[in-house]
């Protein structure tokens, strides 16, 4: 764990001295540069305490994200295929104890009827989930799972990358889930202060703090070269799991040239007998969360971050302005809930957490393109070998944009032909329009004429 050093850390926030508006003022002009922050620097802007530094900060963190990721949201949906799980977090519905939640594994055809109701809707990518379980979610099964989200077609329409959150595996075991041509690695370690992490998880695999911790070190050796990080904010001070998870991804990046592809933001949120996610000890409101997501993307600006359905939609509209680059739409957190639809006839009892943002993915792609926001459907990276270090270093540059514009455009349209109603349409059309006029001469041309394959019925337009 020496990476994550919490006396320093904590010296870090009780140090008062970096609460100096020209200190703060000065970190925020060298952010502008897209080039990162150290601790130290996130440190004295987590202390920031006068109105309109914080705005300042707000404004610069969505320049930042523009000039790495232009006003691109990717989408994708959560796709639960259990919920089994031997470990006993405190916070999760999913939990060991949890005697009344309604447990359910998905079959392989479950599995496939509920990815066919995600190409239905439009969806391109997914992020498996399952959770932890020594027969329910081996990775035998995982593979199968795998297997069979990307088979199923309907008309051409097909799932094109699938990111997967399951336990910290052992080296061989990842390289085993790299054969299964899965795209990000996902894996939150909930929170990185030590006696909390303890607290929070009594029995079970998840127990070993240490073991979860290097998990990304393993699948980075394994040869999977895009991994996911998080933390679950309320278990304890936000401030000490911001520069944490900071101190994480500074170390992956420091030891093997690659930062986090991403890094998730969830808030604790109610849960089925889950006794911390109904009350959490360390709750963060609104104003805290929108600060720390905006010195997450100063410090780290390459860094996809990913923004789930339990924010409110309205709250979710504001954070897009804070750095926010990827977001889930149209989420069901049980297993088999897409098919059902509502799961109306377990509801609550089979739902890992609550959400807040129930809208449609039609709904969330309408509101992206009325608030001046590109829904990005493109997978290209991950098939072109532009992950990890190729991946970093045209991100890190903002080199990626005249990549990603053409490819989410492309990707959009097909989105737009395929599965928009007529009203959604106009918006998305007359939204595309724009961004083409908007776009460099020689870009403009190049859109143009994927948009044309596209219109003639061509799919899976990239480059």
């Known amino acids: 764990m020496e990476f994550i050093n919490e006396e320093f850390i904590f010296s870090l926030i009780d140090n008062k001295k970096l609460n100096d508006k020209k200190l703060q003022r000065d970190i925020i002009e060298k952010s502008k540069e897209a080039k990162g922050l150290t601790l130290e620097e996130c440190a004295s802007l987590l202390q920031i305490d006068d109105q309109e530094i914080t705005q300042e900060m707000f404004s610069t963190a969505k320049f930042v994200k523009e000039i790495i990721y232009g006003n691109r949201l990717v989408l994708f949906a959560p796709l639960y295929v259990t919920n089994a799980c031997v470990n006993n977090c405190l916070y999760c519905a999913f939990r060991k104890d949890n005697k009344d939640l309604i447990r359910k594994t998905l079959s392989l055809d479950e599995i496939r009827e509920e990815t066919e109701f995600l190409v239905k809707t439009g969806h391109k990518r997914v992020l498996l989930v399952a959770g932890e379980h020594p027969k329910q979610s081996a990775l035998r099964f995982i593979g ?27 080296i061989d075991d990842f390289k085993e889930l790299k054969s299964f041509e899965i795209g990000t690695y996902q894996c939150f370690q909930e929170t990185y202060h030590y006696e909390t992490y303890l607290k929070m998880h009594p029995t079970g695999p998840k127990k070993d703090y240490s073991w979860r911790l290097y998990a990304m070190d393993r699948a980075l050796q394994s040869g999977i070269d895009d991994v996911g990080i998080g933390v679950l904010f309320g278990l304890t001070d936000h401030r000490f799991e911001t520069l944490a998870m900071l101190s994480h991804a500074f170390n992956l990046d420091a030891r093997y040239g690659i930062g986090p592809h991403t890094i998730s933001i969830p808030r604790l949120e109610p849960a089925f007998n889950a006794p911390v996610a109904n009350k959490p000890p360390y709750a963060v409101d609104d104003p805290s969360f929108k600060k720390l997501i905006a010195i997450l993307r100063l410090a780290v600006p390459y860094t996809g971050i990913i923004l789930s359905t339990r924010e409110r939609a309205e709250l979710r509209r504001e954070l897009f302005e804070l750095g926010v680059s990827q977001i889930s739409a149209g989420s069901r957190t049980s297993p088999g809930s897409y098919k059902e639809t509502e799961n109306s006839i377990n509801g609550y009892q089979m739902e890992q957490f609550q959400l807040g943002d129930h809208r449609t993915l039609e709904e969330v792609v309408k509101d992206c393109c009325s608030l001046g926001y590109l829904p990005s459907f493109c997978t290209a990276c991950y098939r072109s070998d532009r992950t990890g270090d190729r991946f970093m270093k045209l991100a890190k540059t903002g080199e990626i944009g005249k990549i990603c514009v053409p490819n989410a455009l492309s990707t959009f349209k097909e989105y737009v032909n395929n599965f928009a109603n007529e009203e959604t349409k106009k918006v998305a059309i007359d939204f ?15 859109i143009s004429k994927m948009i044309e394959r596209v219109d003639n019925g061509e799919r899976d337009v990239f480059f």
Do not use: W
């Open 144 to 170: 199968d799972a795998v297997k069979t989200v990307y088979d199923a077609n309907i008309s051409g329409a097909n799932i094109r990358r699938i990111n997967v959150n399951t336990a910290p595996l052992s």
């Open 432 to 446: 595309i329009q724009n961004e083409i006029e908007n776009s460099e001469e020689k870009a403009a041309v190049k």
